[in-house]
């Protein structure tokens, strides 16, 4: 009921703020992880990755700010790091990009084609794929 009562007034429960259902849920879900790693099956999405999380960890992967991601500055290093904390949100965390273009003050459509340029460029560029699999470690082993 208390969800219901914050979705009404336009507020979101952030998963990392969540009390006693949070820590339940994510121990669980360390659990899922490892069956998961063991029997070799695709990872399932990290439940409650919430976009903070994700920013926070590109940030640091970028030797970035996340308080410089979430600024209007327009440098290439940081649309580079936002498009790879929307794209990760995305894969990872089942955040949608208009989620995330929201969370950074960006227009959508913005957003969706600095995805697709690096969608486009982890296609050719194995070490930029290599990059990418280093954040989804720090993401997966992070809380």
């Keep these: 009921m208390a969800y219901v009562e914050l979705m009404a007034r ?3 429960l952030d998963y990392e703020d ?9 121990e669980e879900e ?7 790693q063991d029997s070799g099956e695709i990872h399932p999405r990290l439940r409650g990755l919430s976009q903070s999380r994700v920013v926070n960890i590109v940030a640091k992967a970028l030797d970035l700010s996340a308080e410089d991601l979430r600024g209007p500055a327009r440098h290439r ?5 936002r498009a790879i904390a929307a794209l990760l949100g995305k894969r990872l965390g089942g955040i949608s ?6 969370y950074f003050h960006w227009d959508e459509s913005t957003i969706v ?3 697709g340029l690096l969608e486009q460029r ?3 560029d194995k070490h930029a ?11 997966r082993v992070s809380k």
Excluded: D, Y
Excluded at 129 to 139: C, D, E, M, P, W
């Design 10 to 12: 336009g507020q979101e």
């Design 18 to 26: 969540a009390k006693s259902v949070g820590q339940v849920v994510k």
């Design 30 to 36: 360390e659990f899922a992880l490892r069956r998961f």
């Design 77 to 81: 290093n940081l649309s580079h790091g």
């Design 97 to 102: 990009l208009a989620r995330t273009a929201r």
């Design 113 to 115: 084609r600095e995805v």
């Design 122 to 124: 982890l296609q050719g």
């Design 129 to 139: 794929r290599r990059g990418l699999a280093t954040i989804v470690k720090q993401l």
